[in-house]
């Protein structure tokens, strides 16, 4: 069975860093495109970034977190991480790990990020 | 940016039922790039229908997609008590790869 399972999330203060990891089971990690989508409480989805299978074709960000938050992976891992930077109360949401070849196959259960002083 | 415009915002239905959700797109959609998720309150989305008008894997045969270009459809025909969600349209064929701001079906 396919799992994604995030971690990482927690209570931060404003402006500071956060590292968000997802581990990936159950189907070829390395033929997946990666992507974190994130729903702030209450709200929709949002797409925050997207990264191709070897990283080496693309990666796309949102222009909401843009030059904040770099997005990595691990193949030798089965492993996908979010560095988020100068945090933001806005950036307070449910982050979701998810793995995709087109549409969004595969989802985490996620982790919630609170950004509040 | 492509701009998704999901219509109606809630839709107020009884079991047995068919439900009819719009999303419209701001520009065309690239090889009809479009995805339907479910989801359920306290669960992450769950892959619907890919590209535009594919049930993805174990996806009950109630539910269709249909549509190209900026106006697509997701048809629920008989709704069961489980349907009752809310459900989101992406584009995955640009960057960035935008959702809707979804439909809520309820139980009338």
């Known amino acids: 069975e396919e799992q994604l399972v995030e971690s990482g999330g927690g209570l931060v203060k404003p402006g500071v860093s956060l590292r968000l990891s997802c581990v990936a089971s159950?189907?070829?990690?390395?033929?997946?495109?990666m992507n974190w989508v994130r729903q702030a409480p209450g709200k929709g989805l949002e797409w925050v970034s997207s990264?191709?299978?070897?990283?080496?074709?693309?990666?796309y960000y949102a222009d909401s977190v843009k030059g904040r938050f770099t997005i990595s992976r691990d193949n030798a891992k089965n492993s996908l991480y979010l560095q988020m930077d100068s945090l933001r109360a806005e950036d307070t949401a449910v982050y979701y790990c998810?793995?995709?070849?087109?549409?969004?196959?595969?989802w985490g259960q996620g982790t919630l990020v609170t950004v509040s002083s | 940016e492509i701009v998704l415009t999901q219509s109606p915002g809630t839709l107020s239905l009884s079991p047995g039922e068919r439900a009819t959700l719009s999303c419209r797109a701001s520009q065309s959609v690239s090889n009809i790039y479009l995805a339907w998720y479910q989801q359920k309150p306290g669960q992450a989305p769950r892959l619907l229908i890919y590209d535009a008008s594919n049930r993805a894997t174990g996806i009950p045969d109630r539910f269709s997609g249909s549509g190209s270009g900026t106006d697509f459809t997701l048809t629920i025909d008989s709704l069961e008590p489980e349907d009752f969600a809310v459900y989101y349209c992406q584009q995955y064929g640009y960057s960035p790869r935008t959702f809707g701001q979804g439909t809520k079906v309820e139980i009338k």
């Open positions: 990264i191709s299978s070897t990283a080496s074709s693309y990666i």
């Open positions: 159950g189907f070829t990690f390395s033929n997946y495109d």
């Open positions: 998810v793995g995709s070849r087109g549409a969004f196959s595969y």
